[in-house]
């Protein structure tokens, strides 16, 4: 039998283990279950792949992703590893000789897809071979909590069931705790050691940006990075294409991708992503899954992630060759409403439904951090960085506090005087005395607010709005056409002069300057 260390060495070609990848495997061969939690890139595969090839019989490897197996297999026989893979797009005779090898023992590693396992009786024929580990990538699709829930994940509880004494090992890059706990409950492994690796990529910048006059700041950055490889992240398939379209046509070598394009296209773009041959891709999150390329320089996401878990996978694609990348957000309040919006429309439970609420809630968290932003990103994962990073946009331009007392009490009155009725486009209206048909129809021009806050631009009252609602300050009703509502601390500011700090307004311009010195 060959010691861990020689597998490496022998079959892997590394000296040294990396951080973890000893602990876990020592776990594993002591035969003890294990949930590892390491960011892409970490170097999971080695931690059942070692013990694979130190035990005595078949490991398999559980995965969802049924178009990287046929690689990841491939890998391994290049190192001269006895692989193979079960799932939908084998013929029945290529199937039947993959039994064999198992049969004969011959084989070490099987990637399997879950359908695969648990159709027929395969999971009770699989009883009378030697079976050594089971290895559950992706693990956090097994929860619904996760954000890639996949139902047929939902049996794999029938393992532990079915073989109580081979361990098992579930691995996932994005997990918070409640898909954590989610992911031992399933899999019947309440015992298992949970390896929770670092999760800071101190090479990404991390910048969030205004989500007003998005297409410009694009190209501002864009100017900025000529020739770097990036990818540009949208919520919609529609948009995608109209923003590629807009880039090329401003000249720039941009291309579209979302799940709805036809496979070939969809190949054809990747493979010239990853040769180089084009700059920037624009795509909805379908693009980035199993891709494998080091220099990506810079992802932008054009709209909100809907939680913090897809939005570190997401930049995570940056700067995988550990060199300076940045990633820049934009960020509005529509694009939170519109998130919400859909939430509370879908056919999901109540419960099901807060828990969403609650996780685009830290995202709009990290949106408006007045703190570093990689301590809020690094927390999220119940991790502590013990300084600042100096390396968001946070930390290089501290925030600066203004009163904004009188700012809220203006807002608030104005709320109060259109019975609490009015949302965010209408209240700005009010503040800067717009006489339009809407106000004037409504009668809105006769109130004693209207005008009130005529000093500051349209833009200001948008984002002190949003601050002051993100504060506690007022609430919003989405449900009422996402009125602005009075609570208890819009009184204490109103009736007692509460008092309440802002962080100040950048016009764009002069964010523009300031990126221009840097
Ligand atoms: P993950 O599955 O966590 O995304 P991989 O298992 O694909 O990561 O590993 C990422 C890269 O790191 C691979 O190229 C792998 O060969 C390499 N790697 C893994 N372990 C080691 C190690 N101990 N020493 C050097 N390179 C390693
Ligand atoms: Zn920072």
């Known amino acids: 039998m060959l010691t861990k260390e020689q597998v490496l060495k022998q079959y892997f070609g590394y000296d040294v283990f990396r951080p973890l990848q000893a602990e876990v495997i020592d776990t594993v061969l002591a035969g003890k279950d294990a949930l590892v939690l390491m960011p892409t890139g970490g170097g999971k595969s080695v931690c059942y792949q070692v013990p694979a090839l130190v035990l005595d019989g078949l490991t398999l490897v559980i995965s969802p992703l049924i178009a990287l197996m046929q690689d990841q297999v491939q890998g391994l026989k290049a190192n001269g590893v006895s692989a193979a893979f079960l799932n939908s797009t084998l013929n029945q005779s290529e199937q039947e000789s993959v039994i064999w090898k198992i049969k004969l023992g011959e084989l070490k590693l099987l990637y399997i897809s879950p359908?695969?396992?648990?159709?027929?009786?395969?999971?009770?024929?699989?009883?009378?071979?030697?079976?050594?580990?089971?290895?559950?990538?992706?693990?956090?699709?097994?929860?619904?909590?996760?954000?890639?829930?996949?139902?047929?994940?939902?049996?794999?509880?029938?393992?532990?069931?079915?073989?109580?004494?081979?361990?098992?090992?579930?691995?996932?890059?994005?997990?918070?705790?409640?898909?954590?706990?989610d992911i031992l409950q399933q899999l019947a492994i309440p015992q298992?050691?949970?390896?929770?690796?670092?999760f800071d990529r101190p090479n990404l910048n991390l910048t969030v940006l205004p989500g007003r006059k998005r297409m410009e700041q694009m190209v501002d950055f864009l100017n900025a990075h000529p020739g770097q490889p990036g990818i540009i992240y949208c919520l919609s398939r529609k948009t995608t294409e109209s923003v590629a379209a807009n880039l090329q046509y401003m000249g720039?070598?941009?291309?579209?991708?979302?799940?709805?394009?036809?496979?070939?296209?969809?190949?054809?773009t990747q493979a010239e992503f990853l040769r180089d041959d084009i700059q920037i891709i624009v795509a909805t999150i379908a693009f980035g899954m199993g891709i494998d390329k080091s220099n990506v320089r810079w992802v932008m996401h054009y709209n909100l992630p809907k939680n913090v878990e897809s939005f570190y996978q997401e930049i995570g694609r940056a700067g995988r060759d550990g060199l300076p990348a940045d990633t820049v957000l934009f960020y509005s309040y529509q694009d939170v409403s519109q998130q919400t919006?859909?939430?509370?429309?879908?056919?999901?439970?109540?419960?099901?439904k807060d828990l969403l609420i609650a996780k685009l809630d830290r995202m709009k968290q990290y949106a408006q951090a007045d703190i570093c932003r990689r301590r809020i990103l690094i927390s999220y994962f119940n991790e502590t960085v013990e300084k600042d990073c100096g390396n968001c946009d946070v930390c290089r331009n501290p925030r600066t506090k203004i009163d904004g007392t009188v700012m809220a009490q203006k807002?608030?009155?104005?709320?109060?005087?259109?019975?609490?009725?009015?949302?965010?486009?209408?209240?700005?209206?009010?503040?800067?005395?717009?006489?339009?048909?809407?106000?004037?129809?409504?009668?809105?021009?006769q109130l004693k607010t209207f005008g009130a806050g005529h000093e500051l631009r349209y833009e200001e009252w948008a984002e002190y709005i949003s601050q002051?609602?993100?504060?506690?300050?007022?609430?919003?009703a989405y449900d009422e056409g996402h009125a602005f509502k009075l609570n208890a601390v819009s009184q204490q500011v109103l009736r007692e002069g509460k008092s309440v700090s802002v962080v100040k307004f950048i016009p764009l311009e002069e964010r523009r300057a300031r990126a221009e010195e840097e």
């Open 192 to 198: 298992a050691r949970t390896f929770l690796a670092s």
């Open 252 to 268: 720039f070598n941009a291309r579209h991708y979302h799940a709805g394009c036809d496979a070939l296209y969809r190949n054809h």
């Open 341 to 352: 919006d859909m939430i509370l429309k879908s056919e999901l439970s109540q419960d099901q």
């Open 468 to 476: 002051l609602l993100n504060s506690g300050i007022m609430d919003i």
């Open 411 to 445: 807002v608030l009155s104005a709320i109060a005087r259109t019975q609490q009725k009015v949302a965010m486009g209408t209240l700005i209206d009010i503040l800067r005395g717009s006489r339009n048909q809407n106000i004037i129809r409504h009668g809105y021009d």
């Open 115 to 181: 359908e695969r396992l648990f159709s027929g009786n395969f999971l009770d024929w699989l009883k009378g071979q030697k079976i050594s580990l089971f290895a559950v990538d992706e693990s956090h699709c097994i929860s619904f909590w996760g954000h890639d829930f996949r139902p047929e994940y939902t049996q794999l509880h029938r393992l532990k069931e079915h073989f109580p004494r081979v361990p098992i090992i579930a691995l996932t890059a994005t997990a918070d705790n409640v898909t954590r706990k």
